[in-house]
């Protein structure tokens, strides 16, 4: 009888295990539920864009996480996360470096009326030669993810920083996105130019990101018509930056209207034809060069004059 209540407890034991094992592999999604909602609850962190040099030396657009929940906290933390060997250094992704140089402090800022107004140490005109013009382009693009921040001055030790440190090209007075990144001139003559900056794909290991390339030519057509020419050539073997648009890809028409811009393409825009799928990445690279180019809300895809996706240009970092 002993041997059998033994065996009765063994096997009850044994039953009770492997349920419990099968409730861990499969929990109900109220459980699930339950612990992303704890997960949100307990995290402190929000991600957010900065621009880093990656390994083809191209300041690049990537996401790192951040404590901060308001704007002038956030400029502290972009700040630090853009100067080598800081605090931050840990969430640095591989492959990605700073270029505000090491030991550079931010004494104080402001931010008023949509200006943010920085002042550094000395030590941040220790930068690298070759790395002067891309500091100044990683910090306008870094910061103006923030939504009250539209242009930035830059001081050291209290006096404006007119001129970068080695190459003395002269800076202007206020600092926005119309300065451009990772420029490539294209142009026969100064007059008459056109600055359209094109989002392409980069890769490290496994990792894609965003590279924006700002395009100075003499061209006479509209942003919008060299956004989706570039794009559509990708690949650049000489550059190794991408772009998942097909080669084949037609825009037929475009509207540009007071908050809103609507594309008509052919059918080469899906990704595919059934479905009327338009790659995410084609749509975000799409979305993030026109966000640069024109202050508008809202970008509207169509094909073959049905509405088949649309972005909310406010929500890019």
Do not use: W
């Amino acid at each position: 009888m002993f041997k059998t209540l033994c065996v009765k407890r063994i096997t009850i034991a044994t039953l009770a295990l492997i349920i419990l094992g099968l409730l861990c592999l499969f929990p109900s999604k109220n459980n699930n539920l339950e612990i992303e909602q704890k997960t949100k609850y307990n995290s402190n962190y929000l991600e957010n864009s900065i621009y880093l040099l990656d390994k083809d030396e191209y300041v690049a657009r990537v996401n790192i996480l951040y404590k901060s929940n308001n704007d002038l906290s956030k400029i502290k933390e972009i700040i630090e996360s853009l100067t080598i060997n800081s605090s931050k250094k840990e969430y640095i992704p591989n492959g990605f470096t700073p270029l505000i140089p090491e030991g550079t402090k931010l004494l104080n800022f402001d931010l008023q009326n949509n200006i943010l107004k920085i002042n550094f140490s000395k030590d941040i005109l220790k930068v690298n030669q070759n790395n002067e013009e891309k500091m100044i382009e990683a910090l306008i693009y870094s910061l103006t993810t923030i939504d009250s921040v539209k242009k930035i001055m830059i001081f050291v030790e209290g006096n404006q920083l007119q001129e970068l440190p080695h190459s003395k090209k002269s800076l202007p007075l206020t600092l926005d996105r119309n300065y451009g990144i990772n420029k490539v001139y294209n142009i026969d003559n100064i007059k008459n130019t056109t600055k359209t900056t094109v989002y392409f794909i980069n890769k490290f290991n496994d990792y894609y990101y965003y590279v924006p390339v700002t395009k100075i030519n003499n061209e006479k057509a509209s942003k919008i018509e060299i956004i989706i020419e570039e794009l559509k050539s990708s690949p650049n073997i000489q550059t190794n930056l991408m772009s998942f648009l097909n080669s084949n890809t037609g825009l037929l028409n475009y509207e540009i209207l007071e908050d809103s811009i609507n594309l008509s393409f052919n059918k080469y825009l899906l990704d595919d034809f059934e479905k009327e799928n338009i790659l995410e990445e084609v749509k975000y690279a799409i979305a993030l060069s026109v966000k640069d180019s024109y202050e508008v809300s809202t970008l509207n895809f169509y094909v073959s004059d049905k509405l088949i996706d649309s972005s909310n240009l406010l929500n890019l970092d």
